[in-house]
C-alpha cells in the first residue's frame, strides 16, 4: 500500500509489536504457527492483529487453477448462508483482482469501488450498510509471486497511517507464509467439501455428535445403534475425506437439517 494510498503518520510507533516480541504482530503470527484453519485465522485478524481498526469484514483469496481463480480460504464478517467458501475469476473487475493482477496495494472508499469497477455497484446497493466504508486491498506474496490478496474493510475515515501499512503488509506476510505451509491440508479441505454429499443422514448425526463433544458410546446410545456401528462409520468418513483427526471431519461434513 503505497503513500499514494496510505499517508504516513511517521515511525514513532515502533514499539508496535512490543519490547519482547508480545505485540499484536508476534501474537497472530503465533496462530499461523499452530496450524489455525482459515475461520481462526480471519478471527486473529478482525480481534487481534487489526482489532483498534474494528473491521467490519475481511476475505483472503488464493490463487487455484493455475491462477485462473482466486479462492476464498480466510474470511470474517462475510455473510455465507450455505458455509462454504467462494470463489472468483482472476479476470474479474473488482478491487480484490485488481490487488491481485497488479501485485499492487489500493484503498478505495465503498462510492471509489462502486464507480471504478461496475460489478461491485450491486453489492452496495444490496448492502448499504456498506456505504461509507472504506476497503483496502494488499497483495498476498511469497516465493517470489503473488500468491493471492486481502480485502479488509474498515469504518469510514480510518487513518491511513504508517501503522495501519504495517498491520496490513503483516498480515499479508502472515497469511503467505501460512498458505504455502499447509498447501496440503487445504487441498484436503476442498476435497472434502466436494464429498460430503456422500455423507449419509446417520454418519452426518454421528459428526454432529462428535461435534458436540459426545463419546462413541454416548453417540450410539443417542441413536439406538452399535458403538460398533458408530467406530465404523467414523473409520469410513476419516477415509472419504481423508483426514486423521475428529476435529477435521468436523469442519468438513456440514451439520444434519433439523
Same mark, same amino acid.
Given at each position: ?76 464478517? @462475510? ?40 460489478? @461491485? ?88 455428535? @462428535? ?15 452399535? @458403538? ?31
Amino acid at each position: 500500500m503505497g503513500d499514494s494510498a496510505l499517508g504516513d503518520a511517521g515511525l514513532g510507533d515502533a514499539g508496535l509489536d512490543g519490547p519482547a516480541g508480545d505485540g499484536p504482530i508476534s501474537a497472530f503470527l503465533r496462530v499461523l504457527a499452530d496450524g489455525a484453519d482459515g475461520a481462526t485465522v480471519g478471527a486473529a485478524l478482525a480481534d487481534g492483529l487489526l482489532r483498534a481498526y474494528a473491521p467490519s469484514r475481511l476475505s483472503a483469496y488464493f490463487v487455484v487453477d493455475g491462477g485462473a481463480w482466486l479462492e476464498e480460504r480466510v474470511r470474517f464478517g @462475510v455473510p455465507s448462508a450455505d458455509g462454504e467458501y467462494a470463489r472468483v475469476q482472476a479476470t474479474t473487475p473488482m478491487p480484490l483482482t485488481e490487488v491481485f493482477r497488479t501485485g499492487e496495494s489500493g484503498a478505495w472508499t465503498s462510492e471509489e469501488a462502486a464507480e471504478a469497477f461496475p460489478v @461491485v455497484a450491486g453489492w452496495v446497493q444490496a448492502h448499504p450498510e456498506t456505504r461509507g466504508e472504506e476497503h483496502f486491498g494488499v497483495p498476498i506474496r511469497g516465493q517470489g509471486r503473488v500468491l493471492g490478496a486481502m480485502l479488509v474493510s474498515l469504518p469510514e475515515g480510518s487513518e491511513r497511517s504508517w501503522r495501519l501499512r504495517l498491520l496490513l503488509e503483516s498480515a499479508a506476510s502472515g497469511l503467505a507464509l501460512w498458505s504455502l505451509a499447509a498447501p496440503a491440508s487445504a487441498a484436503r479441505a476442498r476435497r472434502g467439501r466436494s464429498r460430503g454429499s456422500s455423507v449419509s443422514p446417520r454418519q452426518r448425526a454421528i459428526v454432529d455428535g @462428535v461435534r458436540r463433544g459426545l463419546s462413541n458410546a454416548g453417540i450410539a446410545a443417542e441413536l439406538g445403534v452399535s @458403538v460398533g456401528t458408530v467406530k465404523a462409520d467414523l473409520a469410513q468418513l476419516f477415509r472419504t475425506f481423508a483426514v486423521s483427526e475428529r476435529t477435521e471431519l468436523v469442519r468438513l461434513v456440514p451439520k444434519p437439517r433439523r
